[in-house]
């Protein structure tokens, strides 16, 4: 299970490098137009290694002796999850957010400037509804010690990652961002209370 753990935290590590400033400049030294795509591709092997390697480590320990009813409340999370990640999808530039798009435009990510802020459709009830789709699945497919131990490093490596993202995207949008981050919750859909007018 440490191994696991420290698999994740190298993983977190290797990705927070690349998405830091200097990391986005030596991939568009390297990869030119191909900066995003190459920094997903990386993204994706090393996460696949990872679990791979964890599948490896903790895949053959017995699941959980779940009762009926848990387990359909699970799998229904996973439903839900998915059904997330495909409407919050839509409001998004899959194109720009894969990379293609910019290999496409023969320009690297940071020259074609900031894609539109997305605070429509799942957006208008979190700001990070593609998160809560993710840990929906995770969370739902906890049923052995390999997918539970999964669910927890994810969770940790998306909270950590939501407050690095906030920061970019106060740094992007200013005030605008500000304003939308008061007004919608995180990751759970809560109502927020009005704040009283001053007046």
Known sequence: MLLYVLLWLGFGA????????????????AAGAADRLVYNLIALAHLGLVLALGAWL?????GFALPGAVRAILALAVVAGLAILVIAGR????????????????????AIGPEPLATGGMNARVRHPL???????????ATTPFTLATALCG??????????????????????????????PMLLPWPRRATPDPR
């Open 14 to 29: 290797g990705h927070s490098l690349l998405a830091a400033a200097r990391g986005r400049a030596w991939l568009e030294r």
């Open 58 to 62: 903790l895949g053959r320990l017995p």
């Open 131 to 141: 998160y809560l789709g993710l840990l929906l699945v995770l969370w739902g497919g």
């Open 155 to 184: 969770t940790v490596y998306v909270l950590i990652g939501i407050r690095f993202e906030e920061r970019k995207l106060l740094r992007l949008y200013g005030e605008t961002y500000r304003a939308y981050r008061d007004r919608v």
């Open 91 to 110: 409001s998004y530039d899959l194109g720009r957010f894969s990379g293609l798009a910019q290999l496409r435009r023969g320009a690297p990510d940071h």
